[in-house]
DNA sequence: TAAACGTGGAG
DNA sequence: TCTCCAAGTTT
């Protein structure tokens, strides 16, 4: 068989499966391409389930670009607190601006225009020129990356410029003309709900009878895998300060980790530093107060993706000095019923069922 | 090019 | 408990 007869094979085995169990996401009901474009950030290294709820939660409450827009940043990073990857918020605020302010209001429908969108790359723009345009463009996300190297056995590390460029070539011949959208979701979805990393479930694959990696029975090993890094643990005190009923938070820089989330004050406990030394230490370097340090109060562990923490919380009494800003944004005392109103890293929100009880 | 960047689910 | 990894982008 020739390439571009079983292009069209697997074009039209790929559609009927997809017309036959595609999963109902809510997404899935519009054509307004701010939707479909909050949609596709959202899923950003970010699995379905997770986003549903975060989905229609900011789609009810920012309806248009327009409410997105105009919302301060602060609201946006409440709405998206648990989501993870901020920089995907404070990008998606950026890029609502520039469709209301450089692009009257309106989405670019190429895939030029969507890429000049901070946090829109090459899989997003794709994703939105084909899903609601109707524009014939491909993607590669990490579910078409299995299923291509799989269909085609495709050796050799994935994330190299070489493989890629292979892996763009192939989902840019397959894609269609003739709902090119729905061709990349019936991708995203047989990766997605069969052709899983491991345990694929070879027996449902509307495209079993053209896999060679499954006819080979190595369909397992591949993609190859890549390497990870050691993951590094930090030791980290932490500081629940009060005065007077209220709590000390500190809003973190806004770019890097967590940026613009708001936080507990405290920092990298050093070797040959006691927690309770490194907290007093922490707090007088980027806050300039004094603190006395009382109980511990729990230990948090958090697993993030290139180091893991174990955080360390005492709770403290404010001493002297008036807080300043010399490591953060915006500092502020709140009641502990007003926390809830702040966006938290998920490590810090961990803290706030022994804060209320206690 | 490689590293930074979150979180939750699955095995 | 631990490792992998999921609809990637930016620097």
Redo the contacts with the bound molecule.
Sequence with gaps: MTDPDQYKLIRRRLLTWFDRNARD?P??HTQDPYAIWL??IM????????VRDYYTRFLNRLPTVHHFAKAPLDTILKLW???????RAR?AHKAAKQVTQEFGGEFPSTLEGL?Q?????????G?IASIAFGVRAPIV???VV?ILCRIFCLHGDP???SMQKRLWALASDLVPVKRPGDFN?AM??L??TVC????PACELCPLKPMCRACQQGIQMDLPE??K??P?PTVQVAVGVIYKRGRILIDKRPPE????GLWEFPGGKKKSGESFRQALKREVREELDIEILVNKKLVVV??????FQVQLHVYVCEFVSGEPQCLACTDIKWVLPSQLARYAF???NRKIFPVLLRG
């Design positions: 996401l997404w899935r949609s596709e899923l950003q290294q970010t699995q379905v389930e997770t607190e648990g989501l993870g990857y901020y920089t990008n890429q969108l901070s946090g829109v790359g090459r899989y997003t723009a994703a996300d990490g579910n299995r994330t190299t410029s979701e995203m979805e990766g997605a899983h990393r491991q345990s895998r890549v990870r890094r993951r890097g980790l967590l940026g562990d958090h697993a993030y993706t290139h890293p998920t490590a």
